[in-house]
């Protein structure tokens, strides 16, 4: 029988003592601590509850009031090994002081974290969703780490999408880029993207004080942080930032579908640029030939030039958008009827495929990044 | 008469033609609420004069002739208001502009009768010259018609005042030309574009908005069917009537009491429509006892790169032009409707009140 770690530890506990749990096991074990922070509507451990009462390969393990242990068990066929495997792990759902925000945790190793865990909760999607950190909240968090005096952060590699010029149309390229053992500081890595026109899309570093790591840990833009060493340092200073992001773009999606609004008056959300991305036509059909690729949406043009005027929904739940570009620095949402996943899954794709901006809702006043 | 791009014989050329259309529509829809926000706001356009009425395809009676239905009623106050008809091709009638220039019944007056309105022909700049001389020349109008061009540009609807005289100075005093820009418009429309005006659309694309907006959302609640390869949807007309009002209809500012006399647009029979393009695709079948019910035979489309008005364009296209689609292999072993199922989804609340 595989042995399942997270079994033995004491769920009830705090985020504080789990992590002191977890480093033990970081000690005792070849595996890592990876955290999703997830946004979900509704209580995310009851979705999970229900699932499991149909589901043959989900089940409860245990369950305290605020922390539930899972377990997944599947057989997936694994395309680049070729061939099928059986994957066997838990994870851990711990509700967050913030509302609709969520972490899952597992100790795993990558393969089992990749193709299990996460595999399993992108399926969940569009009922949850995952929070989209841009360059600069995702340096932000990175930088909570360096929480006293004397702690210094090096990067080790990242990952990122090259400048739209040297991409071609269509294609996700990711370049990786690795620097020597002692690695490189994160304002240099960063400084350095913006400079080449860049996007970090995923980044491994080490916290280092007084000459001695305390931590190793790999972040992604739109997913995991993976925790190798100093599981308590991370969870005392990036995840409470990193929480606190996602509670902020949990908000700024919530009570946006029509159904529910005073006179079904649409609540608009909109991606600022500080630079006019649409100067000529030529970039609205660069837009609207990115959406068009939008996974399992439809995406039915109604007015291309001068102004954008699309019309989308979302076939995985039957959320349905206005899409409007009626400025040449601006694109609007229209939400009809929707769920939060979804609008998330829309602007996160507009992020990753066309251009990060500042995303603001109408309502709300101010901007949430 | 059908329409034109129907009886194209080469698909793109079909499209072209049914895109342009589709485009002239929306385009319309705009300019009349463009319109109707530059005679009933501010200079800045961003707010409405207070006590104004804007709508959209209200009914107006004559004395001993039957009512009228304009495109655009804009009430300023008591004293004014503007009734507007919107074209979007040059066919323009001649009794239909001289009954609006009758004294009508129908405004929001203590006896329902204004003293002073002008009445607005609206057309997009392509036909503004044949419009301005046909009602200039050949027309006998009671009183003088106002003209006004539009065109979508720099992200505004340019309205052009082309000839005519408005009773109130304030409208074009010095340049005959004004911009409203879209933000502006989707402002004053709850945040949200209008997608109907009191003309009718081209199937496809009330086609393309049903999917979209209503089907893909009632889908979900279905179950798919491995047999038939779709799900099935069973829908009422009414109710979808109602829905595209509720959601996609141009914004009305009237007083409350009379909202419920307002709101008919889209009308049922576009949405029948449709629902009837739909069953001729092979994409739904009708109830035999109550023809506004419908089964839809529901798929994700994938075709035509997700764009659902292209797709229901060349449905169209093809069944027109003889060949027999996937959905009609379909619609062919599906089993008569289910009129109890069918009433039984009317009753699990799915429509916004």
């Keep these: 029988m595989k042995a399942m770690p997270l079994a033995d530890v004491d769920i009830s506990k705090d985020l504080t003592e789990l992590a002191r749990q977890f480093d033990k096991l970081l000690k005792s074990h070849k595996r890592n601590l990876a955290f999703q922070v997830v946004m979900c509507p509704i209580d995310f451990s009851d979705l999970l509850h229900k699932k499991a009462e149909k589901s043959e390969y989900l089940s409860v393990v245990r369950e305290e009031s605020e922390t539930s242990l899972f377990r997944l068990k599947k057989e997936r066929w694994i395309r680049y090994i070729g061939k099928q495997i059986e994957f066997q792990e838990d994870f851990l759902v711990k509700r967050t002081s913030k509302g609709g925000v969520y972490l899952a945790i597992a100790f795993a190793n990558s393969e089992i974290w990749s193709n299990l865990i996460l595999w399993y909760l992108e399926r969940l999607k569009p009922q949850i969703a995952f929070p989209y950190y841009n360059q600069n909240e995702f340096r932000e968090i990175i930088t909570n780490l360096k929480a006293n005096n004397g702690v210094e952060v090096f990067v080790a590699s990242r990952t990122y999408r090259p400048k739209e010029s040297q991409r071609k149309l269509h294609k996700t390229y990711k370049a990786r880029r690795e620097w020597e053992e002692e690695g490189i500081s994160l304002d240099y890595v960063f400084e350095g993207a913006i400079e080449e026109g860049e996007r970090i899309t995923k980044i491994n570093f080490k916290v280092v004080e007084n000459s001695e790591t305390i931590g190793d840990y790999s972040m992604a833009t739109q997913k995991d942080f993976i925790c190798k060493k100093g599981c308590s340092h991370?969870?005392?200073?990036?995840?409470?930032?990193?929480?606190?992001?996602?509670?902020?773009?949990?908000?700024?999606?919530?009570?946006?579908?029509?159904?529910?609004?005073?006179?079904?008056?649409?609540?608009?959300?909109?991606?600022?640029?500080?630079?006019?991305?649409?100067?000529?036509?030529?970039?609205?059909?660069?837009?609207?030939?990115?959406?068009?690729?939008?996974?399992?949406?439809?995406?039915?043009?109604?007015?291309?030039?001068?102004?954008?005027?699309?019309?989308?929904?979302?076939?995985?739940?039957?959320?349905?958008?206005?899409?409007?570009?009626?400025?040449?620095?601006?694109?609007?949402?229209?939400?009809?009827?929707?769920?939060?996943?979804?609008?998330?899954?829309?602007?996160?794709?507009?992020?990753?495929?066309?251009?990060?901006?500042?995303?603001?809702?109408?309502?709300?006043?101010?901007?949430?990044? | 008469m059908e329409a034109p791009w129907l009886n194209e014989k080469d698909f793109d050329k079909a499209y072209t033609l049914a895109k342009q259309e589709q485009i002239k529509y929306t385009d319309t829809v705009n300019a009349l609420f463009a319109l109707g926000i530059?005679?009933?706001?501010?200079?800045?356009?961003?707010n409405l004069i207070p006590g104004c009425h804007l709508t959209f395809g209200k009914k107006m009676s004559r004395?001993?002739?039957?009512?009228?239905?304009?495109?655009?009623?804009?009430?300023?106050?008591?004293?004014?208001?503007?009734?507007?008809?919107?074209?979007?091709?040059?066919?323009?009638?001649?009794?239909?502009?001289?009954?609006?220039?009758?004294?009508?019944?129908?405004?929001?007056?203590?006896?329902?009768?204004?003293?002073?309105?002008?009445?607005?022909?609206?057309?997009?700049?392509?036909?503004?010259?044949?419009?301005?001389?046909?009602?200039?020349?050949?027309?006998?109008?009671?009183?003088?018609?106002?003209?006004?061009?539009?065109?979508?540009?720099?992200?505004?609807?340019?309205?052009?005042?082309?000839?005519?005289?408005?009773?109130?100075?304030?409208?074009?005093?010095?340049?005959?030309?004004?911009?409203?820009?879209?933000?502006?418009?989707?402002?004053?429309?709850?945040?949200?574009?209008?997608?109907?005006?009191?003309?009718?659309?081209?199937?496809?694309?009330?086609?393309?908005?049903l999917w979209d907006h209503v089907f893909t959302l009632l889908a979900q609640r279905e179950e798919h069917d491995p047999h038939l390869g779709c799900k099935i949807l069973n829908v009422e007309a009414n109710e979808l009537t109602k829905h595209l009002q509720t959601y996609f209809a141009?914004?009305?500012?009237?007083?409350?009491?009379?909202?419920?006399?307002?709101?008919?647009?889209?009308?049922?029979?576009?949405?029948?429509?449709?629902?009837?393009?739909?069953?001729?695709?092979?994409?739904?079948?009708?109830?035999?006892?109550?023809k506004d019910r419908y089964q839809i035979l529901y798929t994700a489309i994938r075709g035509e790169k997700g764009d659902n008005f292209k797709f229901f364009v060349r449905k169209c296209w093809e069944v027109r032009n003889g060949k027999v689609t996937k959905g009609q292999i379909k619609q062919a072993r599906i089993p008569k409707v289910d009129k109890k199922a069918a009433e039984g989804q009317g009753q699990q609340g799915f429509w916004p009140q």
């Design chain 2, 250 to 290: 141009p914004r009305s500012i009237v007083p409350q009491k009379e909202k419920q006399h307002i709101r008919d647009i889209p009308k049922k029979t576009w949405i029948k429509d449709a629902l009837d393009e739909f069953l001729k695709i092979g994409r739904a079948i009708q109830d035999k006892s109550d």
């Design chain 2, 63 to 209: 004395k001993n002739a039957p009512a009228v239905t304009p495109d655009l009623f804009a009430q300023r106050d008591n004293q004014y208001g503007v009734l507007g008809e919107a074209k979007p091709n040059a066919n323009i009638e001649e009794n239909q502009l001289s009954s609006y220039c009758e004294d009508l019944e129908g405004w929001f007056t203590h006896d329902k009768r204004i003293p002073f309105h002008d009445v607005v022909f609206l057309a997009p700049v392509e036909f503004a010259d044949s419009a301005k001389r046909t009602i200039t020349e050949k027309f006998n109008l009671p009183k003088e018609v106002v003209v006004i061009s539009y065109i979508t540009a720099d992200f505004q609807i340019v309205l052009r005042k082309e000839c005519g005289k408005f009773y109130l100075p304030d409208y074009f005093p010095k340049n005959p030309v004004v911009g409203v820009p879209l933000e502006i418009l989707k402002k004053h429309n709850y945040n949200n574009f209008p997608l109907f005006y009191d003309g009718d659309p081209i199937p496809p694309y009330t086609m393309s908005i």
């Design chain 1, 234 to 369: 991370f969870v005392n200073t990036a995840l409470p930032k990193a929480i606190t992001l996602a509670s902020k773009k949990f908000r700024l999606l919530t009570g946006r579908s029509r159904e529910t609004t005073p006179d079904h008056r649409a609540k608009p959300i909109e991606i600022r640029y500080k630079i006019p991305v649409f100067p000529d036509v030529s970039a609205n059909v660069d837009f609207i030939d990115k959406l068009r690729l939008l996974p399992n949406f439809s995406c039915t043009v109604l007015h291309g030039n001068p102004y954008i005027h699309l019309s989308l929904a979302d076939y995985s739940d039957g959320s349905s958008y206005q899409v409007l570009v009626l400025s040449k620095d601006k694109i609007t949402i229209v939400p009809q009827i929707i769920s939060e996943g979804s609008l998330s899954k829309l602007i996160t794709y507009i992020f990753e495929k066309f251009r990060e901006g500042e995303v603001i809702g109408e309502d709300i006043g101010s901007p949430v990044a």
């Design chain 2, 38 to 46: 530059y005679l009933l706001s501010d200079t800045t356009l961003e």
